[in-house]
């Protein structure tokens, strides 16, 4: 099936490390969300996303639609151990159904 | 709010056997998801309903596959004459409806075929 392609793969970082990802598609959409997944559970949403160039913050966590609509970008700052996980963007683009990225797995050294 | 409910967590079963899931959603979330995700690999999109209407269904959805929403509460997934490549994350999601509201997932059931 279609994945979105998410950079990067995956990282190692420091604790208080600042985390940049992004998620690009070939097609437009009009919602992009985030997700955190950790091991054995389902994905949890973090930041919803619905216009092009919008900002949006949650705690550590700030995402932004990209004024293309063909890509978005995470970032976390000040990381934590527990920030440790797979993270997913999803976009939406004409039907309600949601094309997932291939995520980026996160590593905290403490 | 009691969240997204997926029952079993875990089904482990011969080649050939048939198996079903099942999804409780978020109390009067309209649309109801499924997804597959494979190790290492971002959900896939299976089928999607709203109300008990199921809306779209993907390729990945073949034959050996059918999914149910007979009140447009509850979800049922079914595969048929299970195969090695079934074994898989089955996860399950819901949203209001009203534009592009974000899904919220299920645990997942974690399907495993000896």
């Known amino acids: 099936g279609q994945q979105l392609n998410q950079s990067p793969q995956s990282m190692f970082i420091q604790e208080g490390e600042d985390v940049s990802m992004n998620c690009t598609s070939s097609s437009i959409f009009n919602t992009w969300l985030w997700y955190k997944q950790d091991p054995g559970e389902g994905p949890v949403l973090l930041i919803a996303l619905y216009k092009a160039g919008e900002l949006t913050s949650n705690g550590r966590l700030t995402a932004q639609f990209g004024i293309t609509r063909k890509d978005s970008f995470l970032n976390i700052s000040a990381s934590i151990p527990s920030d440790v996980g797979i993270y997913f963007c999803?976009?939406?683009?004409?039907?309600?159904?949601?094309?997932f990225g291939t995520g980026t797995r996160l590593k905290v050294l403490a | 709010d009691t969240g997204v409910s997926q029952d079993p967590r875990h089904k482990i079963t011969k080649r050939g056997q048939n198996v079903t899931f099942r999804c409780d959603p978020i109390?009067?979330?309209?649309?109801l998801y499924w997804y597959r995700q494979t190790l290492g690999q971002g959900p896939e999109f299976l089928t999607y309903?709203?109300?008990?209407?199921?809306?779209?269904k993907s390729r990945l959805l073949s034959d050996r596959f059918s999914a149910e929403r007979p009140k447009g509460s509850f979800s049922t997934l079914e595969i048929q004459r299970t195969e090695q490549g079934d074994s898989a994350m089955y996860l399950c999601?819901?949203?209001?409806?009203?534009?592009?509201?974000?899904?919220?997932f299920g645990d997942g059931t974690r399907l495993s075929i000896l």
């Open positions: 109390s009067e979330h309209n649309r």
């Open positions: 999601a819901s949203s209001p409806t009203g534009g592009a509201e974000p899904q919220h």
């Open positions: 309903f709203q109300n008990e209407a199921q809306l779209e």
């Open positions: 999803a976009g939406q683009g004409g039907t309600y159904k949601y094309i």
